[in-house]
T-cell receptor, first 115, second 112 residues
């Protein structure tokens, strides 16, 4: 079956522009997570959803970052007024259910470069 | 103090040897522990999970957890060049939902 997919795979944008990153989880997966990974570092938590409900957004760096999952499937991470420090790999993961015991499966990521 | 600490490496071992990867964590409320493997330019993939003290074996991989010492390790027996990757330790803290907190990863290089 298909894994987690993300689009676009690469995004180059100019400082000040808004970007929207999309994540399509594995079919039937309840939980969806967004992480950001800098080069040479482990992924850093941003936010996560159970179904359409955003459970935790404590990792979002500031109010320029937002995420939604309106129908409990596809999710969009939006960054407004991008800054150069936003450049990173943005990774989405999904898991079958909640509870901390399920495997989180990662997508290929979106590499964002802000010029 | 970082929540999850790993030696960044690189750890270099000869083919066929045992590779030992270590991880310490700071929050005693951590309840679930994971080892992810990440090849260069690829996404992390889960190779082991462990939830209770002791050892858990899966093929050539053994995860060891010691909650009293706040320590989790991964042993890779009969290391192969294809095991060369970055190994990420991750934990879930009780009451924090399901978010994974990762270490910075240890680079493993297996010499043919």
């Amino acid at each position: 079956g298909a894994g987690v997919s993300q689009s676009p795979r690469y995004k180059v944008t100019k400082r000040g522009q808004d970007v929207a990153l999309r994540c399509d989880p594995i079919s039937g997966h309840v939980s969806l997570y967004w992480y950001r990974q800098a080069l040479g570092q482990g992924p850093e938590f941003l936010t996560y959803f159970n179904y359409e409900a955003q459970q935790d957004k404590s990792g979002l760096p500031n109010d320029r970052f937002s995420a939604e999952r309106p129908e409990g499937s596809i999710s969009t991470l939006t960054i407004q007024r991008t800054e150069q420090r936003d450049s990173a790999m943005y990774r989405c993961a999904s898991s079958l259910s909640t509870g901390g015991l399920e495997t989180q499966y990662f997508g290929p990521g979106t590499r964002l470069l802000v010029l | 103090q970082k929540e999850v600490e790993q030696n960044s490496g690189p750890l270099s071992v000869p083919e066929g040897a045992i590779a030992s990867l270590n991880c310490t964590y700071s929050d005693r409320g951590s309840q679930s522990f994971f080892w992810y493997r990440q090849y260069s330019g690829k996404s992390p993939e889960l190779i082991m999970s462990i939830y209770s003290n002791g050892d858990k074996e899966d093929g050539r991989f053994t995860a060891q957890l010691n909650k009293a010492s706040q320590y989790v390790s991964l042993l890779i027996r009969d290391s192969q060049p294809s095991d060369s990757a970055t190994y990420l330790c991750a934990v879930i803290v009780s009451g924090s939902g399901d978010k994974l907190t990762f270490g910075t990863g240890t680079r493993l290089a297996v010499r043919p």
